[in-house]
């Protein structure tokens, strides 16, 4: 076995000892439908002092929710394990009481206080039926950085038994809307890890803001706000605070979304067409704007496939709100769907396989997915106003808002490809709009 080192940011990851067999048992083969989920038990960490106990037993919390609430994975009860975190750091696991209770795989680690307010985490994964170790690193950084450690973490046990990227590591902007002390609608820009923790908004609500959306590489927003009283679109840079300008034009800038190097970003215009809607792509670089589509209705919210050569949209050229795709260059459009109801929001999966929309159908808007060629349609959500789909960074999992009635609050939900695991997202405010980050380095 090879020992792989990594450096990253200020962290510094040590890789131990891991020597994982050829053919392991223990592994998660994603494209089985209805496959079931992989028992795992995650102990506490264990910790010679009580700060590196309590630390501990934090990080092992947010892995087991991360793993937890993902799919591919049920979290065994820690009441059930045999073993306690101190009995694991002197003796290793007893493969035998693991396997009593049916886990799998099993996670022993241990956490050690470092000078200048770091912690150092060295973690291990166990296949229990084979008894040998999957997967090690040795991640050190600041201790308040405790949770993003846990999220690496969890994405990385995520990848070792399913060969896919996790997505843990990862934020979600969206727009929170409360009511001010004058009774006025405020929306505000709002961000908050996947899980839930560390929720924050980035705009004061003075001005309305809408369809923020993640550069697929970068820890940038763009969106739209009225600032200035004009719809502009806007960029926001998540690591450093800043907010510039890009796109200020006549009429209304709405629906931007990233082509998937960056460097380009599509979205809906109305100037200079008699108010129609219209979809143009702008360089990130000169600011150069072309329009790719030229119709009397209505084009928009413009998604790209993972290469770039291709750009779903809605449109409702044809009578009906419907989905399209046409070349990045705007030639060659094609209607996608033709089912009853009618098609907006599309976003094309990170993995190429899928496009999820949503579907206007007998009084109920529902989140779907259908494959770019048309082929096969699949409905996911059954509620009264489920809206704005985007998909995770792995194409696992989507992200989407949701109201049961019209006197209902506006939620947050997820909910795999499979159409399974449906599981909402608790936020303080009324939330729509959500949008996945990539994932964090």
């Known amino acids: 076995m090879r020992h792989a080192f990594r450096a990253f940011l200020a962290v510094c990851i040590l890789a131990l000892a891991a020597a994982a067999p050829a053919h392991a048992k223990v592994r998660i083969d994603l494209s089985a439908p209805g496959a079931a989920p992989l028992p795992i038990a995650v102990p506490d960490f264990h910790g ?34 045999l073993q306690t975190p101190a ?14 209770i049916n886990a799998d795989a099993v996670v022993n680690a241990v956490v050690k206080p470092m000078e200048g307010g770091k912690i150092r985490v060295e973690v291990r994964l166990f296949d ?8 090690g690193t040795a991640l050190t950084d600041s201790a308040a950085n405790w949770r993003y450690i846990a999220h690496r973490i969890a994405d990385d046990i995520y990848k070792t038994l399913t060969g896919e990227p996790g997505y843990f ?24 890890d996947q899980d839930g923790a560390n929720y924050q908004c980035l705009t004061d609500g003075v001005s309305l803001v809408m369809t923020p959306r993640f550069n697929p590489n970068l820890q940038k927003v763009v969106y739209m706000s009225y600032a200035s009283g004009l719809p502009r679109l806007y960029l926001w840079d998540i690591n450093t605070g800043q907010q510039t300008i890009i796109g200020d034009f006549e009429g209304l800038n709405s629906t931007p979304r990233f082509n998937n190097k960056g460097n380009k970003l599509a979205m809906t215009l109305t100037a200079g067409h008699e108010g129609n809607a219209e979809i143009y792509e702008m360089d990130m670089s000169s600011r150069a704007l072309k329009r790719l589509t030229f119709q009397r209705e209505t084009d928009t919210s413009p998604s790209y496939s993972p290469d770039d050569s291709k750009i779903v949209f809605s449109s409702d ?46 009084g ?43 006197a209902d609050k506006e939620r947050i939900y997820t909910i795999d490809l499979t159409g399974y695991n449906l599981r909402e997202l608790p936020t303080p405010t009324d939330s729509t709009d959500p949008a996945w980050s990539p994932l964090m380095r």
């Open 48 to 81: 010679d002092t009580p700060e590196a106990a309590r630390f501990g037993a934090d990080l092992a919390g947010v892995i087991r929710g991360d793993l937890g609430n993902s799919t591919p994975f049920k979290v065994l009860n820690p009441a059930s394990y």
């Open 87 to 100: 009995q694991m750091a002197a003796t290793g696991p007893l493969f035998a009481d693991w396997r009593s």
């Open 128 to 135: 229990t039926q084979t008894e040998q170790q999957l997967y």
């Open 169 to 192: 590591f990862t934020r979600i902007v969206h727009i929170g809307k409360s009511r001010g002390v004058d009774g006025k609608s405020m929306k505000k820009l709002c961000i908050m």
């Open 317 to 362: 050229r044809g009578g009906v709100s419907a989905l399209y795709i046409m070349n990045s260059d705007g030639s060659g459009v094609k209607r996608l769907t033709y089912g009853e109801g009618r098609y907006y929001s599309p976003a094309w999966s990170p993995r190429g396989d899928l496009i999820a929309f949503v579907k206007q159908y007998r």
């Open 364 to 406: 109920k808007f529902n989140v779907g997915v259908i494959d770019p060629d048309g082929q096969e349609e699949r409905i996911l959500t059954d509620s009264f106003m489920d809206d704005n789909p985007t998909w995770a960074p792995n194409g696992r999992v989507l992200v989407f808002s949701r109201q049961q009635n019209r």
